[in-house]
């Protein structure tokens, strides 16, 4: 069965940090694209950090540049969201997702996702 499996999410305060980590069961992730997206309630769902297969090249969204930091172990087939200085506003639900070939700028612009996680729940919150 073909699966991402999210997890890391939780309760943090205005100015700590979290490791999201994204497992793929039944397929391997080195030939796809992947990405961090997420939906806030009563918001569109919005791309937030996504790195190419091709080239390893990454892409974060203005709201999170220079705080959220996306990486890749292939070993373990896992893709990971660092989030530091997390504010209130980044407060969401949180998917990963994995797409064919794209680049990762396009896969966060255009939400492109071939199989996606269940999400886990950030809340940033004092």
């Known amino acids: 069965q073909l699966q991402l499996v999210e997890s890391g999410g939780g309760l943090v305060q205005p100015g700590g940090s979290l490791r999201l980590s994204c497992a793929a069961s039944?397929?391997?992730?080195?030939?796809?694209?992947r990405g961090w997206f997420r939906q806030a309630p009563g918001k569109e769902r919005e791309g937030v950090s996504c790195?190419?297969?091709?080239?390893?090249?990454?892409y974060n969204a203005d709201s999170v540049k220079d705080r959220f930091t996306i990486s890749r172990d292939d070993v373990k087939n896992t893709v990971y969201l660092q989030m530091n200085s997390l504010k209130p506003e980044d407060t969401a639900v949180y998917y990963c997702a994995a797409a064919g070939p794209a680049a990762a700028r396009a896969m966060c612009d255009l939400i492109i996702g071939d199989y996606w996680g269940q999400g886990t729940q950030v809340t940033v919150s004092s």
């Open positions: 790195i190419s297969s091709s080239d390893g090249s990454t």
């Open positions: 039944g397929f391997n992730l080195d030939y796809h694209s």
